[in-house]
């Protein structure tokens, strides 16, 4: 079955270091990958999304993840961490079937970076 | 691109009381549609999906609802609202050409009492 792991709950950074805010899948067939923010009070933004092709994508603000499907992962990166990033980081994968389309997320990972 | 709306936005509740939440969705056709709850502000939990017009799968048994009376508008329902009930409620949006992507609306906070 479909699943998704963030393992860590928090993960705190220093302004200006690099961040990785962690996520291991768990798939049958290739993997639709995702990665979301959320801030306090609002529904999810779309970051990012691997399908195919270039292990590493690139998305919104800054942030870019990496697919390693020897490891199963799909880390969040980003090489320069700003206050404003905290908040709290989803990754999903797609499950597809007859009738069913969704997105299994992970339980969240909540990045603090503190100046 | 599309834009989902929810309202209302926050919503105080006494136990026992029906419940009616609206998610209506803009600038797409033939959306699939889902609503999340979240507690605590933290994980996402899937309660109904919908794949068209009164086309409803429930992920898990509880004391909600959902209907899809039009192609663009989902809503969420009760009859009795519970303590457990309360929650962080999302709707979202996959409109079919974004390789699963889903879009998310700006949630309504429910508070039970």
């Known amino acids: 079955a479909q699943s998704v792991a963030q393992p860590e709950d928090q993960v705190n950074v220093a302004e200006g270091n690099p961040l990785t805010v962690k996520c291991t899948y768990s798939?049958?067939?290739?993997?639709?990958l995702f990665w979301y923010v959320q801030y306090p009070n609002r529904g999810l933004q779309f970051l990012l999304k691997y399908i195919t092709g270039d292990n590493l994508v690139k998305g919104s603000y800054g942030f870019e993840a990496e697919f390693n499907k020897s490891q199963t992962s799909f880390h969040l990166k980003k090489p320069s961490a700003l206050v404003s990033d905290s908040a709290l980081y989803f990754c999903?994968?797609?499950?597809?079937?007859?009738?069913?389309?969704?997105?299994?997320f992970g339980t969240g990972t909540r990045l603090q970076v503190f100046p | 691109s599309q834009t989902i709306h929810q309202w209302p936005a926050t919503l105080v509740q006494p136990v026992g009381s029906p419940l009616s939440l609206e998610c209506t969705v803009e600038?797409?056709?033939?959306?699939?549609l889902y609503w999340y709850r979240q507690a605590a502000g933290r994980g996402l939990q899937l309660l109904f999906y919908s794949v068209g017009i009164g086309q409803i799968s429930s992920e898990v048994p509880q004391n909600l609802s959902a209907s899809r009376p039009q192609d663009r508008q989902f809503i969420l329902s009760s009859k009795k609202l519970l303590l457990s009930d309360s929650g962080f409620y999302l709707c979202?949006?996959?409109?079919?050409?974004?390789?699963?992507?889903?879009?998310f609306g700006p949630g309504t906070r429910l508070t039970v009492l």
């Open positions: 798939v049958s067939g290739n993997p639709y």
């Open positions: 979202a949006c996959y409109p079919g050409l974004a390789g699963g992507t889903q879009f």
């Open positions: 999903a994968v797609r499950y597809r079937s007859y009738n069913t389309d969704k997105l299994i």
């Open positions: 600038g797409t056709s033939n959306p699939n």
